[in-house]
Protein backbone atom coordinates (compact mmCIF):
# COMPACT_ATOMS: atom_id res chain seq x y z
CA UNK A 1 0.00 0.00 0.00
CA UNK A 2 1.64 3.80 -1.00
CA UNK A 3 1.78 6.80 1.06
CA UNK A 4 -1.56 8.18 -0.78
CA UNK A 5 -3.54 5.22 -0.64
CA UNK A 6 -2.53 4.94 3.51
CA UNK A 7 -3.48 8.46 3.63
CA UNK A 8 -6.69 8.19 2.24
CA UNK A 9 -7.47 5.29 4.49
CA UNK A 10 -6.43 7.15 7.74
CA UNK A 11 -8.45 10.25 6.63
CA UNK A 12 -11.56 8.36 5.27
CA UNK A 13 -11.25 6.08 8.59
CA UNK A 14 -10.98 8.60 11.14
CA UNK A 15 -13.39 10.95 9.28
CA UNK A 16 -16.15 7.96 9.79
CA UNK A 17 -15.63 7.37 13.22
CA UNK A 18 -16.45 10.79 14.04
CA UNK A 19 -19.81 9.48 13.65
CA UNK A 20 -19.34 7.32 17.21
CA UNK A 21 -19.35 9.82 19.89
CA UNK A 22 -20.46 11.12 23.19
CA UNK A 23 -22.02 14.90 23.97
CA UNK A 24 -20.05 16.47 26.92
CA UNK A 25 -19.32 19.83 29.03
CA UNK A 26 -20.88 21.98 26.96
CA UNK A 27 -23.40 21.34 23.37
CA UNK A 28 -21.08 20.30 20.23
CA UNK A 29 -18.60 19.38 22.89
CA UNK A 30 -18.09 15.26 21.39
CA UNK A 31 -15.48 12.98 22.68
CA UNK A 32 -15.38 10.83 19.17
CA UNK A 33 -14.00 7.60 17.86
CA UNK A 34 -11.60 9.93 15.32
CA UNK A 35 -9.07 10.81 17.61
CA UNK A 36 -8.32 7.58 18.87
CA UNK A 37 -8.48 5.77 15.45
CA UNK A 38 -6.19 9.23 14.13
CA UNK A 39 -3.80 8.14 17.15
CA UNK A 40 -3.48 4.46 16.05
CA UNK A 41 -2.68 5.51 12.40
CA UNK A 42 -0.37 7.77 13.39
CA UNK A 43 1.60 5.19 15.10
CA UNK A 44 1.05 2.26 12.58
CA UNK A 45 2.01 4.43 9.50
CA UNK A 46 4.87 6.46 11.08
CA UNK A 47 6.79 7.34 8.20
CA UNK A 48 3.14 9.61 7.03
CA UNK A 49 3.28 13.52 7.56
CA UNK A 50 1.63 13.61 10.85
CA UNK A 51 1.08 17.49 10.14
CA UNK A 52 -0.68 16.72 6.76
CA UNK A 53 -2.74 13.89 8.04
CA UNK A 54 -4.02 15.54 10.89
CA UNK A 55 -4.91 18.76 8.86
CA UNK A 56 -6.60 16.55 6.55
CA UNK A 57 -8.62 15.26 9.04
CA UNK A 58 -9.26 18.26 10.65
CA UNK A 59 -11.40 19.18 7.22
CA UNK A 60 -12.68 15.79 6.54
CA UNK A 61 -13.93 15.00 9.74
CA UNK A 62 -16.33 18.44 10.87
CA UNK A 63 -17.13 18.08 7.08
CA UNK A 64 -18.05 14.58 7.07
CA UNK A 65 -20.06 15.52 10.99
CA UNK A 66 -21.92 18.73 9.00
CA UNK A 67 -23.12 16.77 6.21
CA UNK A 68 -24.92 14.16 8.61
CA UNK A 69 -25.96 17.10 10.46
CA UNK A 70 -27.52 18.67 7.41
CA UNK A 71 -29.22 15.24 6.10
CA UNK A 72 -30.31 14.67 9.38
CA UNK A 73 -32.08 18.02 8.94
CA UNK A 74 -30.53 20.22 11.12
CA UNK A 75 -29.67 24.52 10.13
CA UNK A 76 -26.72 25.63 8.42
CA UNK A 77 -25.99 28.09 10.93
CA UNK A 78 -25.71 25.93 13.47
CA UNK A 79 -24.82 23.05 12.55
CA UNK A 80 -21.85 24.60 11.25
CA UNK A 81 -21.05 26.66 14.74
CA UNK A 82 -21.43 23.19 16.19
CA UNK A 83 -19.04 21.64 13.77
CA UNK A 84 -16.55 24.51 13.11
CA UNK A 85 -14.57 24.49 16.47
CA UNK A 86 -13.68 20.62 15.81
CA UNK A 87 -11.12 21.55 13.06
CA UNK A 88 -9.52 24.24 16.07
CA UNK A 89 -8.91 20.56 17.73
CA UNK A 90 -7.48 18.82 14.87
CA UNK A 91 -5.39 21.96 13.99
CA UNK A 92 -3.89 22.20 17.28
CA UNK A 93 -3.32 18.85 17.37
CA UNK A 94 -1.30 18.96 13.90
CA UNK A 95 1.03 21.62 15.12
CA UNK A 96 1.65 19.79 18.86
CA UNK A 97 2.01 16.52 17.65
CA UNK A 98 4.51 17.84 14.71
CA UNK A 99 6.19 19.83 17.69
CA UNK A 100 6.41 16.98 20.34
CA UNK A 101 7.50 14.58 17.54
CA UNK A 102 11.11 16.22 17.36
CA UNK A 103 11.29 16.08 20.75
CA UNK A 104 9.69 12.77 21.39
CA UNK A 105 9.77 9.65 19.67
CA UNK A 106 7.83 6.49 18.67
CA UNK A 107 9.74 4.80 21.53
CA UNK A 108 9.23 3.80 24.21
CA UNK A 109 5.76 3.72 24.68
CA UNK A 110 6.07 5.60 27.60
CA UNK A 111 7.08 8.96 25.02
CA UNK A 112 4.12 8.00 22.60
CA UNK A 113 1.73 8.47 25.48
CA UNK A 114 2.91 11.30 26.83
CA UNK A 115 2.71 12.59 23.31
CA UNK A 116 -0.62 11.35 23.10
CA UNK A 117 -2.27 12.59 26.54
CA UNK A 118 -0.43 15.68 25.84
CA UNK A 119 -1.73 16.64 22.56
CA UNK A 120 -5.28 15.65 23.31
CA UNK A 121 -5.21 17.91 26.14
CA UNK A 122 -4.01 21.21 24.75
CA UNK A 123 -6.60 20.42 21.75
CA UNK A 124 -9.50 19.68 23.77
CA UNK A 125 -8.51 23.40 25.47
CA UNK A 126 -8.23 24.89 22.08
CA UNK A 127 -11.42 23.89 21.17
CA UNK A 128 -13.31 24.31 24.07
CA UNK A 129 -11.70 27.77 24.39
CA UNK A 130 -12.95 28.32 20.69
CA UNK A 131 -17.11 26.82 21.91
CA UNK A 132 -16.85 29.02 24.60
CA UNK A 133 -15.79 32.01 22.51
CA UNK A 134 -18.77 31.30 20.20
CA UNK A 135 -21.49 30.34 22.58
CA UNK A 136 -20.27 33.22 25.40
CA UNK A 137 -20.00 30.40 28.26
CA UNK A 138 -17.56 30.44 30.64
CA UNK A 139 -14.59 27.59 30.84
CA UNK A 140 -14.36 26.57 34.65
CA UNK A 141 -11.86 24.25 36.67
CA UNK A 142 -14.41 20.87 36.81
CA UNK A 143 -14.42 21.06 33.03
CA UNK A 144 -10.78 21.36 33.08
CA UNK A 145 -10.40 18.11 35.42
CA UNK A 146 -12.54 16.18 32.88
CA UNK A 147 -10.75 17.09 30.39
CA UNK A 148 -7.49 15.78 31.91
CA UNK A 149 -9.41 12.84 32.64
CA UNK A 150 -10.05 12.17 29.08
CA UNK A 151 -6.70 12.93 27.62
CA UNK A 152 -5.26 10.16 30.02
CA UNK A 153 -8.21 7.65 29.09
CA UNK A 154 -8.45 8.01 25.55
CA UNK A 155 -4.69 8.02 25.32
CA UNK A 156 -4.50 4.86 26.68
CA UNK A 157 -6.64 3.16 25.07
CA UNK A 158 -4.80 4.18 21.71
CA UNK A 159 -1.76 2.98 23.67
CA UNK A 160 -2.99 -0.44 24.30
CA UNK A 161 -4.26 -1.10 20.42
CA UNK A 162 -0.56 0.01 19.56
CA UNK A 163 0.94 -2.49 22.12
CA UNK A 164 -1.24 -5.26 20.79
CA UNK A 165 -0.34 -4.40 16.87
CA UNK A 166 2.93 -4.19 17.53
CA UNK A 167 2.80 -7.73 19.45
CA UNK A 168 0.59 -9.02 16.36
CA UNK A 169 3.29 -7.93 14.10
CA UNK A 170 6.18 -9.67 16.28
CA UNK A 171 3.97 -12.82 16.43
CA UNK A 172 3.67 -12.68 12.55
CA UNK A 173 7.48 -12.20 12.00
CA UNK A 174 8.61 -15.19 14.36
CA UNK A 175 5.87 -17.33 12.71
CA UNK A 176 7.61 -16.40 9.36
CA UNK A 177 11.01 -16.98 10.47
CA UNK A 178 9.68 -20.48 11.60
CA UNK A 179 8.57 -21.18 8.47
CA UNK A 180 11.76 -19.95 7.02
CA UNK A 181 14.21 -22.20 9.05
CA UNK A 182 11.66 -25.36 8.40
CA UNK A 183 12.14 -24.86 4.75
CA UNK A 184 15.85 -24.11 4.76
CA UNK A 185 16.25 -27.61 6.90
CA UNK A 186 14.13 -29.21 4.81
CA UNK A 187 16.36 -27.96 1.59
CA UNK A 188 19.43 -29.21 3.52
CA UNK A 189 18.12 -32.87 4.12
CA UNK A 190 17.12 -32.99 0.71
CA UNK A 191 20.85 -32.06 -0.25
CA UNK A 192 22.13 -34.26 2.34
CA UNK A 193 19.57 -37.22 0.77
CA UNK A 194 20.98 -36.01 -2.54
CA UNK A 195 24.92 -36.43 -1.58
CA UNK A 196 24.37 -39.29 -0.20
Known amino acids: MNKKTRLFLMVAVSSMASQLYLNMFVDGFIIAMSVVMM ?14 ACILIGIFSPLFRLIVMLWRGGYLSSSLLLCLPDM ?12 LLRKLGYSPYKNYYIRLALCDFLSNCVEMSV ?13 LG ?44 TFNSEVY
Not at 39 to 51: H, M, P, Q, R, V
Not at 160 to 176: G, Q
Open 146 to 189: GLIILAVCRSFIILLVCIAADIYRSLLEKAEHEENYKKLVLMAS
Open 39 to 52: GIFLYIFKDLESTT
Open 88 to 99: AFFFAYAAIFGL
Open 131 to 143: RFLIFNQFFTVDR
